[in-house]
């Protein structure tokens, strides 16, 4: 009976494990033509410095967290609407922060860059493709939450996303902080290390599952 009560506990976890991934893992699909904004659109230039996208990634045997900036945007705003938005990610800006200088930090942004081996496409490989792109394609509310869509461009590939946010605008700032999301990196092409790309790693593989977490503010 005991074993019985276990094994049902196990299932329900299990389920709700999944259930809340589900959640958070915004599907990528192709991309859509953005809606323009319009004439009485305003646009507000991103504060580069005070704007950031937070990433984790992780393996078997843990995991690793950082940070990327953007080199430039602008958002469109009409009245109290956000109407479109685009922006540059700097790809050059990939940091590690959950270690310390000298002790794995330089070797992991390297990495991640596809700095550590000369011409080896791995992870990002910034030297090809120095940077990305998002293009907000709409900003629709359900269920009380803001949900963006955009096309999303990362080694000159470009998938649709969405994730909820909270966006702020009053009548000299902007702001669109994200809740925590995943997209499959496999989707960009961003293969290294990945068990559903090569099927001889072993225990050497890095998830294809990458959270983000996006922090943009603008102004007039």
């Known amino acids: 009976m005991k074993k019985v009560i276990l094994s049902l506990f196990l299932a329900v976890s299990l389920s709700g494990a999944v259930s809340c991934k589900s959640d958070k893992t915004g599907e990528a699909s192709d991309a859509v033509d953005a809606q323009g904004a319009s004439d009485e659109a305003i646009g507000y230039n991103v504060n580069t410095s005070n704007s950031v996208i937070e990433w984790t990634g992780s393996k078997q045997t843990g995991k690793h967290s950082g940070t990327i900036k953007l080199s430039s945007g602008t958002i469109f705003v009409k009245g109290n609407a956000v109407e479109g938005g685009n922006f540059t ?10 270690l310390k200088a000298g002790d794995g930090k330089e070797d992991l942004e390297g ?21 990305g792109k998002f293009e907000i394609t709409s900003i629709r509310t359900d269920q009380g939450k803001s949900i963006v869509e955009g096309n999303l461009t990362i080694k000159e590939t470009t998938k649709n996303i969405k994730f909820p946010a909270i966006v702020s605008v009053d009548e000299n700032s902007v ?34 599952e990458i959270e983000l977490k996006v922090s943009v503010k603008a102004s007039k």
Request: avoid cysteine; charged fraction near 30%.
């Open 175 to 208: 702001s669109i902080m994200s809740e925590t999301f995943i997209i499959d990196r496999t989707e960009w092409k961003v293969n290294y290390a990945s068990k559903s790309v090569f099927q001889d790693l072993g225990d050497k593989f890095v998830n294809d």
């Open 89 to 98: 990610i700097d790809m050059n800006t990939i940091a590690v922060s959950d």
């Open 111 to 131: 990495h991640l860059k596809g700095l550590a081996v000369e011409g080896a496409d791995h992870f990002f490989n910034v030297k090809k493709y120095p940077e």
